[in-house]
């Protein structure tokens, strides 16, 4: 099976612009999460996805956002970025509602200028 | 709601000795302790995990214990070697399945 897939891999954007990243789960898993992490920070949660329904969202402002779609892939959206935006950006996906094992896919490395 | 201590936040142990870093969650209802290691530039995977119905689990070097009623869990890695240097990550899942995340312990594997 292909693994969990995320684009851009790398991103550069101007204070104040949008981004948005993408997540392709492994086939057959339904469940998307996302994280923040930043160097030397551990894993901060954002939110997951289940079934095209927002389950659960970690302790983020509302300019982070995200959606997923019926084929499971899922989208986050960052409005007016701010320097401190700048992080690794990861997604896993899981196979049910959980708690099962998450794999993670290899990241996005956002930069805010 | 769930809250996940982990410690040391840097652990640093002579090349074929044993390192144990160490976990404390608030959720009596957890029933998932999974222990992830990330090396540098690559993401996290996951290397062991236990369920609440289970006290102890090991794989080779590795090993993951529970103690349910002082809810802390460990993870133990004997024989250590350079390939286990990493940050290693534990996690408990809270009563809606999410999976709530230690700090991470840096793990240094002196030669």
């Known amino acids: 099976k292909a693994g969990v897939t995320q684009t851009p891999r790398y991103l550069i954007k101007t204070r104040g612009q949008q981004v948005t990243l993408s997540c392709s789960p492994i086939?057959?898993?339904?469940?998307v999460s996302w994280y923040q992490q930043t160097p030397g920070q551990g894993l901060q949660f954002l939110f997951e996805?289940?079934?095209?329904?927002?389950?659960n969202k970690g302790n983020f402002p509302g300019r982070f956002s995200g959606r997923q779609f019926s084929n499971s892939r899922s989208e986050m959206n960052v409005s007016t970025l701010e320097l401190g935006d700048s992080a690794l950006y990861l997604c896993a996906s899981s196979t049910n509602r959980g708690p099962y094992e998450q794999y993670f896919g290899p990241g996005t490395r956002l930069t805010v200028t | 709601g769930e809250n996940v201590e982990q410690h040391p936040s840097t652990l640093s142990v002579q090349e074929g000795d044993s390192a144990v870093i160490k976990c404390t969650y608030s959720d009596s209802a957890s029933n998932y302790f999974p222990w992830y290691k990330q090396e540098l530039g690559k993401r996290p995977q996951l290397i062991i995990d236990?369920?609440?119905n289970v006290g102890e689990k090991k794989d080779q070097r590795i090993a993951v214990t529970l103690n349910k009623t002082a809810k802390h869990f460990s993870l133990h890695i004997t024989e250590t070697q350079p390939e286990d240097s990493a940050v290693y990550f534990c996690a408990a899942s809270d009563s809606n399945y999410q999976l709530i995340w230690g700090a991470g312990t840096k793990l240094i594997i002196k030669p």
């Open positions: 996805y289940f079934s095209e329904t927002q389950r």
């Open positions: 236990i369920r609440s």
């Open positions: 086939s057959g898993h339904r469940s």
